[in-house]
């Protein structure tokens, strides 16, 4: 199993450009979920999504969209991408809900740059 | 809102010593505190959780205690060794059981 896998690892933008953040799992997990990790923040929940078809906003989802069209996928798009967006971006899944004691497994992260 | 605390920001201890690290959280409903592991430029990893309905949990040198009371919950490391040394995140889940809030991160130096 390839577990969490997450693209790409670096990302340079410029302000108002636009583009997607692509997660996938091959674990068939129903949970997936997308943070951002800022320097001395901890990871803030952005999007979750319990299954294919259904999605829901987190702490801080302004700006940013997504769907789940397959179980296995579960892309984060930056419709406007602003300075504010510079972080790390993880991906995580799950078997059962976050908060059901199933382990969240996380990808690698994806560092975008927004200048 | 809702939010998790986490104390100490930085923890510097001797390779052998026990490390100690303390989070709040302000939902009362919170029902389950998984602690993560991160090592620098890795991803976060779980170390171990604790449900409500439990006082302390160990898995060899990590336990964690949990006073829903007082509504806070700690990680004990003991006989710590240098690959402990990582940011260590504490989080909380909400009622809703699926919007997890993590703490800010402590981040442990073991000194060999």
């Known amino acids: 199993n390839a577990g969490v896998t997450q693209t790409p690892k670096f990302q340079v933008l410029k302000t108002g450009q636009s583009m997607t953040l692509q997660c996938a799992q091959d674990?068939?997990?129903?949970?997936m979920s997308w943070y951002r990790q800022d320097p001395g923040m901890g990871l803030r929940l952005i999007h979750y999504?319990?299954?294919?078809?259904?999605?829901d906003q987190g702490e801080v989802p302004n700006g940013y969209n997504v769907s789940r069209s397959t179980t296995e996928d579960f892309p984060l798009r930056l419709l406007s991408a602003a300075p504010s967006q510079t972080s790390v971006y993880f991906c995580?899944?799950?078997?059962?809900?976050?908060?059901?004691?199933?382990?969240?497994?996380f990808g690698p992260g994806t560092r975008l740059t927004v200048l | 809102g809702e939010n998790v605390e986490q104390h100490p920001s930085t923890l510097s201890v001797q390779e052998g010593d026990s490390a100690v690290i303390k989070c709040t959280y302000s939902?009362?409903?919170?029902?389950?505190f998984p602690w993560y592991k991160q090592e620098l430029g890795k991803r976060p990893q779980l170390i171990i959780d604790?449900?409500?309905?439990?006082g302390e949990k160990k898995d060899q040198r990590i336990a964690v205690t949990l006073n829903k009371t007082a509504k806070h919950f700690s990680l004990h490391i003991t006989e710590t060794q240098p690959e402990d040394s990582a940011v260590y995140f504490c989080?909380?889940?909400?009622?809703?059981?699926?919007?997890?809030?993590f703490g800010a991160g402590t981040r442990l130096t073991v000194k060999p």
């Open positions: 995580a899944s799950s078997y059962g809900l976050a908060g059901s004691g199933d382990e969240q497994f």
């Open positions: 989080a909380a889940i909400l009622r809703n059981n699926n919007d997890m809030r």
């Open positions: 674990m068939n997990h129903e949970y």
């Open positions: 999504s319990v299954g294919a078809g259904i999605t």
């Open positions: 939902d009362s409903a919170s029902n389950y």
């Open positions: 604790i449900r409500s309905n439990v």
